[in-house]
């Protein structure tokens, strides 16, 4: 039996600094709390007990939810991953939780007989075997740590408790650890379309960047269409012709019939590298299926090859083909 | 919603079944314990006198939870790594799609 470690409800200035870490992509899998059985307070042994997994933020979010109360917490071992992500694997699983009740001797730690897990935790965890093989009943608290305050009244959360929702808040949070991890694939092409394209070959990878890192997330409930790939394809489009009018504009592009099918081409080049931004924004949302996001890499994929394909033969052609007639 | 008729059961069991997803309800097993309700982040279960009924098909995102939480496999769904960088790998390299601690990002 492992011994009871002490936590409080304060986040900290160190803790915020692991927060903008985490959410910046430093050290992706180094977010991590020791795993185990925690008080919060000075609980006794008819108080709840709480689970979380060993993400940091994940066991911030709910030590911070507990204010003022007289909790245990007991972490799993989810090598510091968030609970949502951890229950689909199955680290945030049956298993994991019926050890750690074992390993932290959660039966002499407290009298009463229930945890009280993250709905979202869900996924990984079959309450009925816990119950059964633990003798602890599993009760799925709310979506959120923030509601926990509010469902220890009647221990029953609302329709509304129950609901994942994606509201522009958590969306943007998620922008600069988008652009973050992207950052292997659109610094060099800005590198290279600044060695090639100049001024405004860096400036179509920086509308690329902003359309799909950026005002995707922000737009997402806004665009049109089902399909984050074919709203991805819409905004990224936008994004081409906004290039082409910058051009027009600044850059002595002209209207002619060679103009237009170099406008053609930058649409073609630019729209697909948006969308795929797009499509894997599937994986930071909580409202996409696994089989929406199959049927969408089948769809799409080959469509962004055939597009930039495209793209690349008809700015192949325009500059090979001296046309300068006007239309 | 479809309403299949499946042959593999002595009696045939009405099936809640939709294209949009993976997601099979059978009403016929539901014990309205429920758990599904509970745990669905879409509310996709609905309670309906003495069965669940199934509210909104197409909102389910087939995160598995109410199959795991189901105790009469009255509920069946494909789950399991739905991140189109994982998928788009494994397509590529015919390795199943992984995520987690081994996720190696984009």
New interface residues.
């Given amino acids: 039996m492992s011994e009871i470690m002490v936590t409080t409800s304060e986040i900290t200035a160190a803790n915020r600094r692991d927060h903008r870490l985490a959410r910046l992509a430093w050290d ?2 180094g977010h991590k709390v020791a795993p185990g059985l925690y008080r919060l307070g000075n609980p006794t042994p008819s108080s709840p007990v709480f689970v979380t997994g060993n993400y940091s933020l994940s066991f911030d979010a709910l030590r911070s939810a507990l204010t003022g109360m007289d909790t245990h917490i007991m972490v799993l071992d989810t ?3 968030n609970v949502w ?5 199955g ?1 945030f699983g049956t298993e994991e939780v019926i050890e750690r009740i074992e390993e932290t001797g959660l039966k002499d730690a407290v009298q009463q007989r229930t945890i009280i897990l993250p ?2 935790g ?7 075997e816990v119950r059964r093989r633990s003798g602890f009943k599993v009760e ?1 608290g709310p ?1 959120l740590a923030s509601d926990i305050g509010e469902y220890m009244k009647s221990h029953e ?1 609302t ?1 509304e408790m ?3 929702r994606f509201p522009l808040k958590d969306r943007m949070a998620l922008v600069p650890v988008e652009i973050v ?2 950052l292997k ?1 659109w610094l060099p092409a800005a590198l290279l379309a600044l060695l090639f394209g100049g001024l405004f070959g860096i400036l179509a990878v920086l509308i690329v960047v902003a359309f799909g890192l950026i005002l995707f997330p922000i737009l997402l409930p806004y665009l049109p269409t089902r399909q984050f790939s074919s709203k991805g394809l819409i905004l990224g489009a936008l994004g081409g012709m906004l290039f082409v009018l910058l051009q027009l504009q600044y850059g002595g592009m002209g209207l002619d019939l060679q103009g237009l099918i170099v406008a053609a081409a930058e649409v073609l080049l630019m729209a697909p590298p948006v969308a795929y931004f797009a ?2 924004f ?2 930071s949302s ?9 049927r ?2 089948f769809r799409y ?1 080959p469509m962004f090859v055939i597009m930039m394909a495209l793209g690349v033969v008809m700015a192949v052609i325009s500059a090979l083909v001296p046309f300068g007639g006007s239309l | 919603m479809n309403l299949l008729q499946v042959t593999d059961e002595p009696v045939a069991l009405e099936v809640v079944a939709n294209e949009m997803n993976t997601l099979r309800y059978y009403p016929q097993r539901c014990i309205n314990c429920g758990m599904c309700t509970k745990v669905c982040p879409h509310g996709v279960f609905a309670p309906n006198g003495a069965k669940v009924k199934v509210a909104d098909h197409t909102g389910c995102i087939e995160c598995g939870a109410c199959r795991m939480n189901c105790p009469v496999a009255a509920i069946e769904v494909d789950s399991g790594v739905g991140c189109a960088a994982a998928m788009i790998r494994a397509a590529l390299t015919g390795k199943e799609p992984t995520c987690g601690p081994d996720c190696r990002g984009i």
């Fill in positions: 992706r899998m090598k510091g991953i992500c951890a229950a689909g694997k680290t709905q979202l869900a996924s990984g965890v079959n309450a009925h799925y979506v959360a329709p129950r609901r994942i991890n992207y694939f499509l894997n599937t994986g909580p409202i996409a299926s696994r089989t929406g996001v199959r969408e890499i994929i």
